[in-house]
């Protein structure tokens, strides 16, 4: 029995769990993709792996999954942070969406001197990370956090964590990231479209956890860079050795 | 004197030369963005790097401008073409526009066995890659072929060049680029969102001039899998040493 569905649910799972829909997912699950009771579903909850359920009641209204087995244990992502500065719409959705296929651990907007929008829709946001891990195959979800002062979150910058900053002013600079550095917690800081202001980046670089990296010789637009610098750090330090 | 709109035109560009407007430049020029005689416009045409040039004639319908001093010298791609297979629009555009933004050479949408699409709008893709380099301050313009079945292209391939190719059912195997390929020529080829069929994959992985390369531990979207592999081979290969 393989399930072609993967659902988010925000439920414990384990072995004969009862795990009750909410209106949406039965819409979805009963009325779109028209499951009967016995079909299979793949179901996660970012806590509990990826689990194999079957439909036990079935409703217009809501309705019932059963819990069979466990089909893969929960893969969580490596201690990155993407810290991003939130653009046009579409692009903060696709850096959101990116972000979790990459293997985020904590998505985090920042506003800083340069960015637009004052305020996001936190829930949208959170939203576009559940679906991409639906649709990739993740049994785990980034968080996605409130917009946070780019200020006050490097006055309150977590002991030992490192900063990878991307900055297209810097073009000079070669990657440098150590591979002793694997295995330590890191961010990783994506600028807005208009680039930081002189007065950021002399406190980004005046920062002893902060170390700054190329990304080639063309200007890239936020969401490229974003995936772009996750890549890099994947391959030095992350998960894709 | 420093011009704020960048535009591609597709006409010589040199010292004095006279580059008249198409109907749609000039109500861009002149209708939204309310530039006038005098007014400084930057030129690129993709081969003769970026012009300074002013407005001289300024209509409804059209209007000339004339250059002035060469600001930057053609910036050429590393000789990398990137083969992807159409996907849903919105998603296809992103990976020409991040194909362009990346450094491709040339853009090749390619027909796979489980390509959904039987054909593009080519003069559509390549205005995308036109933007993308207006935008991204880019000197250089990829062709964006017509779709191609990859059959064909495999059996015509020109001799020398190198091919990365991208597939997510090779989990296991690490990126395994040598120094000693930088400077040939090279090809990425990011599969549809269905994945290679077994008879493609058996194809690709007997070819003496391909290279398969792994992504990570997480399934990616095709767009994603597209910037990510073209990040992967500028760092090992391309011009972001």
């Known amino acids: 029995m393989n399930a072609k569905i993967r659902l988010y649910v ?16 039965a819409h979805y699950l009963f009325g779109v993709m028209r499951l009967a009771v016995g079909a299979p579903v793949a179901l996660f909850n970012g806590r509990d792996g990826e689990w194999l359920a079957e439909v036990s009641e079935a409703g217009k209204r809501g309705g019932l999954l059963t819990c069979k087995e466990q089909t893969r244990p929960l ?12 653009i046009k719409k579409a692009r903060t959705d696709f850096i959101v969406e990116k972000a ?20 996001i829709r936190q829930d949208r946001l959170q939203a576009h990370a559940i ?16 917009l946070q002062k780019l200020d006050r979150l ?17 073009a000079g600079s070669a990657l440098r990231l150590a591979a002793g550095e694997k295995g330590r917690p890191w961010a990783i800081l994506i600028g807005p479209e208009g680039g930081f202001s ?43 050795a």
């Open 75 to 86: 893969q969580l992502p490596p201690d990155l942070w993407l810290l991003f500065a939130p």
């Open 131 to 146: 679906e991409a891990a639906e649709q990739c195959g993740g049994t785990f979800v980034p968080e996605v956090t409130e």
């Open 100 to 119: 979790a296929e990459m293997g985020a651990a904590r998505i985090i907007p920042v506003q800083t001197d340069f960015t637009n929008s004052e305020r």
């Open 154 to 170: 490097l006055a309150d910058w977590p002991e030992g964590r490192q900063l990878m900053f991307c900055d297209e002013a810097e």
């Open 198 to 240: 002189d007065r950021e980046r002399a406190r980004l670089s005046g920062l002893p956890f902060a170390h700054v990296v190329s990304l080639g010789p063309r200007i890239l637009r936020a969401d490229t860079a974003a995936v772009a610098a996750m890549t890099v750090w994947q391959q030095a330090l992350g998960d894709w």
């Open 10 to 25: 925000d439920h414990p799972l384990g072995v004969g769990q009862s795990v009750p829909l909410t209106r949406e997912q």
